[in-house]
């Protein structure tokens, strides 16, 4: 689910994986509440795995976008956020999930995995009955994940119009993909919190 945001970046997400991060937030939350209103033992600790879970679900679920603007992609996945400039791309794939390539790496986006096989059918016939188009990419290497109706097949729909509008402009200078830098960073931060409130859901499981 792509929307634009002020500064004419797109930013792709996954409304399903929002929607399930949502109610297991609501769960959390419930299941919190009644161990304060009712609970005054031991077994408070297993506030403990409801913060884990709430915590996982935002990793997982609610974090993870991706991001088309003019000075390049940006890839928020679960335990790592890369950008990568327009000239360090070199290809584009959709097989298992939308995937970046560039020189001696490849970066899949956790929130734009390729369709299964209902929902393949499904945009298959909607790009047969006209209510979508047709993706750029030849029809030779097309794979399911480039259907337009499907959120991997929006995403690298956008992302080849863009890379060829800049090739094409004279914006990206060729060759130099080898040279261009790729920022990683991990979410050290979170990941270590996960790690924390895990030890604590495990204890609380053992102790209460």
């Not at 935002?58 to 000075?71: C, E, K, N, S």
């Not at 999930?97 to 790496?105: D, I, K, M, N």
């Not at 369709?115 to 794979?143: F, H, I, M, N, Q």
Request: charged share 15%; proline share 5%; glycine share 6%.
């Amino acid at each position: 689910m792509p929307y634009a945001s002020a500064d004419e970046r797109e930013v792709f997400v996954s409304r399903f994986n929002r929607v399930v991060a949502v109610l297991i937030w609501a769960a959390c939350a419930a299941l919190t509440i009644g161990l304060l209103v009712s609970i005054h033992d031991l077994r408070l600790l297993y506030i403990a795995p409801c913060a884990f879970f709430a915590l996982l679900a935002w990793v997982t679920l609610w974090r993870p976008l991706f991001v088309v603007a003019r000075d390049g992609l940006t890839v928020v996945n679960v335990t790592s956020t890369v950008q990568i400039p327009w000239e360090a791309l070199i290809n584009v794939d959709t097989k298992f999930a939308l995937t970046l390539y560039t020189p001696g790496h490849k970066y899949a986006v956790w929130s734009l995995p390729a369709p299964g096989t209902s929902r393949t059918l499904r945009a298959t016939r909607s790009e047969t009955k006209g209510r979508v188009g047709k993706p750029s990419v030849a029809d030779s290497v097309r794979r399911p994940g480039d259907l337009l109706s499907t959120p991997s097949g929006a995403a690298a729909e956008v992302v080849r119009r863009q890379w060829t509008q800049l090739r094409d402009s004279g914006a990206l200078e060729a060759g130099i993909a080898d040279e261009t830098p790729v920022t990683v960073r991990w979410h050290l931060v979170s990941l270590s919190a996960l790690v924390l409130l895990l030890a604590g859901t495990i204890a609380a499981l053992l102790l209460a």
